[in-house]
C-alpha cells in the first residue's frame, strides 16, 4: 500500500494519461471512502461481525489493488480505488485492535510499538521499491 501514494500518480499519468485535475480526484474518492469507513461505518459493522471476519473481508477487498491496473478509464480507476480503500479502512484499525485484544497488558504497549514500527519501515521502503519498479516500467513501456 505504501507504494500507491508515491508511484500511482506516475502510472496515471504514464499509462492512462490522467492529468492532474484526475489524479486528484481520485485520491479524493479514495480519502473520502476510507475516512468513511473509519469514521463510523466499521464501528456499527463492528458490532455484528467478529474481527476475524473483518480482517478476511478487508484482505479480500484489498483485491482493489490488483484491479486498478484494468481500469482502463477514470471510472474503473475510481471504482478499484474505491474498493481498496474499504479493504485498508477495514483492515488496519481492525488488524491494531486484534494485536491489542490478543495481548497481555504487559506486552501490549511492545507488541503495538513493534508493528507500528513495521509498518513505518514498509512506509520507507515500500515506495522505494515502488518507485524502482516503476522506472523499471517506463523505461519498458517506452522501449
Same mark, same amino acid.
Given at each position: 500500500?505504501?507504494?500507491?501514494?508515491?508511484?500511482?500518480?506516475?502510472?496515471?499519468?504514464?499509462?492512462?494519461?490522467?492529468?492532474?485535475?484526475?489524479?486528484?480526484?481520485?485520491?479524493? !474518492?479514495? @480519502?473520502? $471512502?476510507? +475516512? /468513511?469507513?473509519? &469514521?463510523? *461505518?466499521?464501528?456499527?459493522?463492528?458490532?455484528? #461481525? =467478529?474481527? %476475524?471476519?473483518?480482517?478476511?473481508?478487508?484482505?479480500?477487498?484489498?483485491?482493489?489493488?490488483?484491479?486498478?491496473?484494468?481500469?482502463?478509464?477514470?471510472?474503473?480507476?475510481? !471504482?478499484? @480505488?474505491? $474498493?481498496? +480503500? /474499504?479493504?485498508? &479502512?477495514? *483492515?488496519?484499525?481492525?488488524?491494531?485492535?486484534? #494485536? =491489542?485484544? %490478543?495481548?497481555?497488558?504487559?506486552?501490549?504497549?511492545?507488541?503495538?510499538?513493534?508493528?507500528?514500527?513495521?509498518?513505518?519501515?514498509?512506509?520507507?521502503?515500500?515506495?522505494?521499491?515502488? @518507485?524502482?519498479?516503476?522506472? /523499471?516500467?517506463?523505461?519498458?513501456?517506452?522501449?
Amino acid at each position: 500500500m505504501a507504494n500507491i501514494y508515491g508511484t500511482f500518480a506516475i502510472l496515471a499519468y504514464k499509462v492512462y494519461g490522467f492529468e492532474d485535475r484526475q489524479i486528484g480526484y481520485l485520491f479524493g !474518492i479514495i @480519502g473520502l $471512502v476510507g +475516512a /468513511i469507513v473509519q &469514521g463510523g *461505518l466499521l464501528r456499527q459493522v463492528s458490532k455484528y #461481525v =467478529s474481527d %476475524e471476519k473483518l480482517v478476511i473481508a478487508g484482505i479480500f477487498l484489498m483485491i482493489g489493488l490488483t484491479g486498478l491496473p484494468y481500469g482502463v478509464n477514470f471510472l474503473g480507476v475510481a !471504482i478499484f @480505488g474505491g $474498493v481498496l +480503500a /474499504i479493504g485498508t &479502512g477495514i *483492515l488496519q484499525p481492525t488488524i491494531l485492535g486484534l #494485536v =491489542s485484544k %490478543e495481548t497481555t497488558e504487559d506486552s501490549q504497549g511492545r507488541i503495538l510499538g513493534v508493528n507500528q514500527s513495521l509498518a513505518a519501515l514498509a512506509r520507507v521502503l515500500g515506495p522505494l521499491w515502488g @518507485g524502482l519498479r516503476m522506472i /523499471i516500467l517506463v523505461i519498458n513501456f517506452h522501449f
